[in-house]
């Protein structure tokens, strides 16, 4: 009676594409190399792996184990050892890793898209391993072939409107500048559509850990979370208040600062505006007009006009 041994190497799911159906996950490839414990394994790896890799690879074999590890070149295919080709989920450069987002040990998505489309991109999930025939007693059996399984990327996917392109051009351009902890966004004006969302510093999506310790975050998405909106939010809450009923006359004396729920809030003039309506508040971009207004027009008004 024959039996089989298996080791799984890598878990596929579904693409992350950009506006024109190019890849931006599983876009890139790296090379397996499964092999049954032989002299002739050991010498077609040997110079092709890491050397504590190598030492590893060793170490299995002595045992009798098959090995299944990622080499740097092509080993060439026997009955004994076989190399294939399998997607890597992110690229080395990590482009557009704040949108991407990673996943976790089991393959779930943390953040981004992976973690806001998880359901769609591991719908099909398939896992990538080599299948070893063995004897009843569990040894590997060197005359037969080592069997691939599971190698194919699944169809499902999700569309984004980030244009790879453009994406590359603001990730070297937003790295040359020299900025380290930044931002930049490229939206298309007539559509809305965002083409491209640089956060720097970015994160590794193979390593992780080594991101939580470091001082800049480079984990936070700094185009969409770290920085208060600021006054380019000032005409969404007039917009607000006028569709609510309240008058372009409100008026409000700013005295240069306003203190809510034991925080002060100042305004750009540190003497204040004085006495001021909504005209003079967007003119001299007032922050203290613009609290007092909102406070007036509620939040949820100023949510609704936000979305709409």
Known sequence: ASTSKSIDIALLRGSVYDCEMRLLTNSEYELY????????????????????????????????????????SETGNTDGIVTVQVAERYSKSSLACHI??????????????????????SLNNSTVGFRFCANARGKVM??????VYGNNVPKNGVILTIDKNVQQITEAVLDASGADCAAAVVIEIESGAIRACVSRPKFNQ??????LSNEKSPLINRA??????????KPIVAAAALENGIDESFEYNCTGSVMY????????????HGIIDM????ANSCNTY????ALETGAENILKTAEN
């Open 33 to 72: 190399a499964a092999a049954k414990p032989s002299n002739e394994a050991l010498a077609m790896l040997k110079g092709k792996v890491l050397p504590d890799v190598f030492e590893s690879v060793m170490n299995r074999m002595s045992k009798g184990n098959p090995i299944a590890v990622k080499v740097d």
């Open 100 to 121: 991407i987002g990673y996943l976790d040990s089991q393959g779930n998505g943390i953040s981004g898209v992976e973690k806001s489309y998880n359901d769609i991109l």
């Open 142 to 147: 060197m005359g037969e072939g080592i069997e």
């Open 206 to 211: 193979k390593d992780i850990a080594s991101s």
């Open 224 to 233: 969409f979370l770290p920085f208060s909106v600021g006054s380019v939010f």
């Open 261 to 272: 729920n034991g925080v002060t809030f100042h305004c750009h003039n540190e003497n204040g």
């Open 279 to 282: 005209e003079g508040a967007v």
């Open 290 to 293: 613009f609290i007092a207004l």
